[in-house]
């Protein structure tokens, strides 16, 4: 029986303008920031938080993204190049943001926000944890777009057929399958979030977020082509090492928050 497999060819430019490539990835990943700037209002509308909070955790928020996503690409896939390439660190326009490194640059930058601030940390990644899974469903389609991250041959009706990598046969579209794992995860949380009353156990959400995360993108991982060479030597692939700690983390934070007091919910 004949396969029609799917023949992957968008541009990932939209449209130039002043001399400048709008494309894609970028219009997602500053989509992902609009709505989890939506999502956070309303969580601080809900629980009569004053919205200045709001725009300093944006500003702490999106600065440790940016910055923790492009130095754990650097250092955690490539460090070697960019150690005698300095300069290349900063010239972002290039390309090359890690997801786990984006993690950490959040941990992170609510580490010092949390400082300035009279809420704590848990419930601050509690909430941005909500917001996150739903820029990371974004994110992912837009990876899409660039015809990259995708994984290895198969023969699934679904495979994508990246033409504009030179690909001939059908790959996992590892891009939709985290995008959709993310989604899902978003939505649960929401769902647990609103189930709670606005005020779950410090800690349960973000506990819950780095387990099913980082856990999906384990298992994707052995379907995903490898990002450097350097991987292929590897027992497990770069993605893989980095998301067993932040699982174990997840676990921790969850057997503790199940130990706190019920919240009151009345």
């Known amino acids: 029986m004949h396969i029609a497999f799917i023949h992957w060819n968008v541009n990932p430019q939209i449209f130039p303008f002043l001399g400048l490539s709008i494309r894609w990835y970028g219009l997602l990943f500053a989509a992902s920031f609009y709505f989890g700037y939506v999502l956070f209002n309303r969580f601080i509308k809900l629980e009569n938080i004053r919205i200045e909070?709001?725009?300093?955790?944006?500003l702490y928020v999106g600065?440790?993204?940016?910055?923790?996503?492009?130095?754990g690409h650097c250092f955690f896939y490539d460090a070697k190049y960019y150690l005698e390439n300095p300069l290349e660190i900063i010239q972002i326009?290039?390309?090359?943001?890690?997801?786990?490194?984006?993690?950490?640059?959040?941990?992170?930058?609510?580490?010092?926000?949390?400082?300035?601030?009279?809420?704590?940390?848990?419930?601050?990644?509690?909430?941005?944890?909500?917001?996150?899974?739903?820029?990371?469903?974004f994110i992912r389609m837009g990876n899409l777009m660039n015809s990259e991250i995708y994984g290895v041959q198969t023969s699934m009706p679904w495979g994508f057929?990246?033409?504009?990598?030179?690909?001939?046969?059908?790959?996992?579209?590892?891009?939709?399958?985290?995008?959709?794992?993310?989604?899902?995860?978003?939505v649960l949380l929401y769902k647990l979030y609103n189930h709670y009353k606005s005020k779950p156990k410090e800690g349960l959400l973000f506990g819950i977020f780095l387990i099913l995360t980082f856990a999906m993108r384990f298992l994707?991982?052995?379907?995903?082509?490898?990002?450097?060479?350097f991987e292929k030597a590897l027992p497990l692939d770069m993605g893989q090492i980095l998301s067993i700690p932040l699982i174990i983390a997840g676990i921790i934070i969850l057997i503790y928050a199940y130990r706190q007091p019920k919240p009151i919910t009345e």
């Open 53 to 58: 909070l709001l725009d300093r955790l944006i």
């Open 63 to 71: 600065i440790g993204t940016v910055l923790g996503a492009r130095l």
């Open 93 to 137: 326009w290039h390309g090359g943001l890690a997801s786990h490194g984006a993690a950490i640059g959040i941990l992170v930058a609510v580490y010092f926000f949390v400082k300035k601030e009279k809420v704590t940390y848990l419930w601050t990644m509690d909430r941005v944890v909500v917001t996150v899974a739903l820029s990371g469903f």
């Open 161 to 186: 057929i990246f033409l504009r990598e030179g690909e001939t046969l059908p790959k996992h579209p590892t891009q939709i399958y985290e995008a959709l794992s993310y989604l899902l995860i978003f």
């Open 220 to 229: 994707i991982e052995f379907i995903k082509n490898p990002q450097e060479n």
